[in-house]
């Protein structure tokens, strides 16, 4: 042993240092985990319950009575309910519709060519745009009488332009398109970032094989891009989900013969319009187990996909 130097001293220390560098790891995990504790894991377990009980929106919690699986059993034979479910699963058909322009677009405003980033902007101005505001550009934008498209359309030689607002058949594609045109600029600047992440080694080995652009888009580019538009599909499929705001904005009384009616929707109005928090509880379970399989089904077919 040197001298001059205490072990168990040393120890000691060494222990104190340890403990105290853990102590502050714990305080800093601690604090997220509180917050997913009172903000997610509680309200939860909170939902779970009133959805077996009639619990009236305004009355204390514990005065609410257990019915059983009776809201459940209610909802699934409510034909608004499958008429909202479907509504909302329509709403997706514009999830790939944005990923696929916002691809195309970021492939061409990715080539160092000039004015490309003032491209990036216009195209990003939508998305830090008040959904409130875009709302009621597209409602005047749609409207049979004095609107845009539609008078457009009659100066092209069209004399009877579809009636958007009011008919079933296109009520759904006005809030398609406006959520695509609204949240392209986001992806466009992911796959932006993405491409830009892709080393030039890979498309110089290809153009010394005399692959041409295509090829180059299709068989590197793409299959490189794939986390990001696996991370995009996923969002967009539980921001689908959650569809509220668009359509209650422009079309009133959920839109003709319901056409709008998203499941959302259906939740706050049985909640709160109706004082049926039992009910509405009910839904947001169902609505959140369908959001989680169809999550589930996607990372495993992400996963099988990396392994083939």
């Known amino acids: 042993m040197k001298p001059g ?51 009236p929106l305004g009355q204390s ?19 608004l309910f499958w008429k909202s479910l479907s509504n909302t699963f329509y709403y997706m058909l514009g999830i790939p519709i944005g990923i696929g322009l916002s691809l195309g677009l970021a492939a061409l405003m990715n080539r160092d060519t000039p004015g490309e980033k003032i491209f990036r902007v216009i ?20 409207m049979t009488d004095g609107g845009a498209v539609n008078a457009f359309l009659q100066f092209i030689g069209i004399a009877n332009p579809p009636r958007w607002l009011s ?31 892709i080393s030039p080694t890979f498309y110089e080995a290809a153009r010394i094989d005399g692959a041409g652009s295509w090829k180059i ?28 705001v668009e359509p209650r904005l ?13 499941t959302v929707i259906y939740l706050y109005d ?8 039992g009910y509405g509880s009910a839904i947001a379970m169902v609505l ?8 589930a089904l996607q990372i495993y077919l992400n996963r099988w996909s990396n392994k083939t």
């Not at 299709?218 to 990001?228: A, G, Q, S």
């Not at 959140?288 to 999550?295: E, G, K, L, M, W």
Request: charged fraction near 10%; aromatic fraction near 18%; hydrophobic fraction near 50%.
């Open 167 to 197: 008919d079933p058949r296109y009520t759904k594609w006005i809030i398609i398109i406006m959520s695509v045109w609204k949240g392209m600029g986001g992806t466009i600047i992911l796959y932006i970032a993405g491409m830009q992440g």
């Open 123 to 142: 195209y990003y101005i939508p998305v830090v745009t008040s959904v409130v505001a875009v709302s009621f550009i597209f409602q005047r934008l749609f």
């Open 61 to 79: 919690i514990f005065s609410a009575r257990l019915v059983g699986l009776k809201n459940y059993a209610d909802m699934f034979k409510n034909e």
């Open 250 to 262: 422009i079309f009133a009384d959920n839109g003709p013969a319901n056409s709008t009616f998203s």
């Open 5 to 55: 130097i205490n072990r168990p001293a040393v120890k000691s220390a060494a222990h104190r240092i340890r403990l105290t560098d853990n102590l502050w790891g714990y305080a800093f995990v601690a604090i997220p985990l509180l917050g997913m504790a009172v903000f997610v894991v509680i309200p939860f377990c909170m939902t779970l319950y009133t959805s077996f009980t009639n619990w």
């Open 288 to 295: 959140s187990i369908i959001v989680f399989v169809v999550t």
């Open 270 to 277: 049985h909640t709160f319009r109706n004082s049926r928090a």
């Open 217 to 244: 888009f299709w068989y590197i580019t793409f299959p490189l891009l794939m986390p990001v538009t696996f991370y995009m599909v996923v969002t967009s499929v539980i921001g689908g989900a959650q569809i509220y």
